[in-house]
């Protein structure tokens, strides 16, 4: 079965401002992500891409144009089932703000009983993008082989929930993994199991290095805004 490139959007205007984006429209890629998404081709310049599957919102169109316009013969499709979580009262609110609801710590810590209002659960979200990667393996396998390479460019819950899927990782686990904006998260599928075989490879260690002011303890909600 192929090997699935997950690369998550860019660095946006809403994680900058510490805003939970969700479905919000006209969030696009600050300065720093338009960079990110412009090395992107030469990131994986090396990696005979077969197709690219990205969600509909602007800031993942954004990410994957750069991509698409240094390989013209690149197929490109849009699939809503990867698109960011539905955070659906939330979406909009500051991040800041939202760490005193009480539904923040059912999000951390049991993400399975977490259903935003008027939005969706964690559960269904996990659903929809492992149904969506499942079809697409099957459809990328058949027009382009087993050993076929593709990429899907898509958001930090979206992607994580994924390698949770792909390690069988309970989902009231996965807030465990972090992925940064435009890194790269590699899964090969066998017909028996996946394979994690990268993990928010972002190229950059300078997230890693000791900040002026401790980190925060729980995982951001939407992935982060990723190394300052």
Known sequence: MPTLILVRHGRSTANT?????G???????????AAQAAALPGRLAGLPISEVVASPLQRCQETVRPLLDA?????????ERIGECHYGDWSGRKLAELADEP???????????AAFPGGESMRSMQTRAAEAVREWNARVERDHGADAVYL???HGDIIKSLVADALGLHLDLF???SVE???ITAIRYTRLRPFLVRLGD??????LAPREEPGEEDAPVGGGAGAP
Do not use: K
């Open 23 to 33: 479905w919000t429209p006209g969030v696009a890629l600050d300065d720093r992500g």
């Open 152 to 154: 899907m460019c898509s």
């Open 17 to 21: 401002s510490g805003v939970l984006a």
């Open 202 to 207: 972002t190229g950059d260690f300078a997230s």
């Open 103 to 113: 539904l923040m710590e059912v999000v951390q810590a049991h993400p399975t009983a």
């Open 181 to 183: 904006p435009c890194s």
């Open 71 to 79: 390989r013209p013969a690149l197929r490109s499709h849009t699939d």
């Open 175 to 177: 807030q465990r993994i």
